[in-house]
């Protein structure tokens, strides 16, 4: 008996093309819109439509070519397309989060999602792109520039607020344009108004059964920041009261140009003198302050930096 191969069930056919009719009237009203059906799908809703203008087929439920004007979904990307090169865009595809909106590269790099409408008024030049990444760099080098930190979009004020936070880390919502043109104050410092000047100090503190300290800092008034700010009374009769006094001030063109020459003396300090330094715990019943004190020995030391410094020149009038 010969040997008997097992028969197998043939290869997975594609789906049979459908046999359905393809009714005259659907023709007409396909070619009446510029398509032509080329065949009814295995869906017998849907039939393939051939687009007249770009040649690329589609399917579409025939209900759509008989009830409405059907759309070729290739021209329409085309058409996306186009309308993005005419705002000097590179068209990158439809936004999956919004059917209104497609994602676009924009010149600078970038890619940003807009809705298809203000695409066109850009094409028209009604009005131009703006990248939100570039406009945060762009703000963010601003608010640096001014001694400030852009955290975000503001909450109680306007569109035109966003919230900063200062270099003495207070936070603050001031206007974009306010920070644009420094013309601001701190709330938390009363650093602001730059192009009013400001103050790098050196004074000495004699705090009740302590040895002399020094403080270096910056103020637009050290005065009252010394008496104000700084000190602390405690209205306690067996202590004696702690004193303060200002040994030297030096005015500064602007107060973040103060605060950046603060900070360097600091750190300079800090390296140099290294054991000069004051734990905060010793001063802290009688200062507000959790840093830059230093024993009495640095005192020649941050007088003659204070000497040597550069004021910046002076603004003009
Ligand atoms: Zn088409
Ligand atoms: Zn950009
Ligand atoms: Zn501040």
């Not at 008989?66 to 068209?91: F, I, K, M, Y």
């Not at 590269?105 to 570039?134: D, M, Y």
């Not at 930190?149 to 607020?161: D, I």
């Not at 290294?274 to 019943?285: E, I, K, L, T, W």
Request: glycine letters at 6%; aromatic letters at 6%; one cysteine or more.
């Amino acid at each position: 008996m010969p040997h008997q191969t097992p028969s197998f069930p043939p290869p997975q056919a594609k789906p049979p093309v459908s046999v359905l009719p393809i009714h005259h009237n659907w023709q007409t009203a396909a070619s009446a819109n510029g398509f032509e059906i080329i065949r009814r799908c295995a869906d017998p809703a849907y039939v393939e439509l051939k687009c007249q203008t770009c040649g690329r087929a589609h399917q579409k439920r025939h209900s759509v070519i008989l009830g409405s004007t059907p759309v070729c979904p290739h021209c329409v990307q085309n058409r996306w397309r186009e309308d993005a090169a005419a705002a000097e865009l590179e068209w990158l595809g439809r936004d999956p989060q919004d059917p209104k909106r497609g994602r676009y590269r924009a010149p600078c790099g970038h890619e940003v999602s807009r809705q298809f409408e203000l695409i066109k008024r850009i094409a028209g030049g009604a009005c131009a792109l703006r990248c939100e990444t570039c406009q945060r760099a762009k703000e963010e080098a601003e608010a640096t520039a001014a001694g400030w930190t852009l955290l975000g979009p503001a909450h109680e004020h306007g569109v035109n607020y966003r919230l900063y936070r200062h270099e003495c880390g207070h936070e603050q919502e001031i206007a974009r344009m306010n920070m644009r043109t420094e013309r601001l104050i701190c709330a938390g410092c009363g650093i602001g108004w730059s192009a009013s000047p400001s103050f790098i100090y050196c004074m000495r503190f004699q705090l009740p059964g302590l040895p002399a300290l020094v403080k270096l800092g910056f103020s637009r008034n050290p005065k009252s920041r010394m008496k104000w700010q700084l000190l602390r009374r405690p209205d306690l009769s067996e202590h004696a009261q702690p004193s303060g006094q200002i040994l030297r001030s030096i005015q500064i063109r602007t107060g973040h140009l103060a605060l950046c020459l603060e900070k360097k003396m600091h750190a300079a300090l800090r390296r140099s003198h290294p054991g000069s330094v004051v734990p905060p715990q010793h001063y802290r019943p009688w200062l507000k302050v959790k840093s830059e004190i230093y024993t009495a020995n640095l005192e020649p030391v941050i007088l003659d930096l204070l000497d040597r410094l550069d004021p910046g020149t002076p603004a003009p009038d």
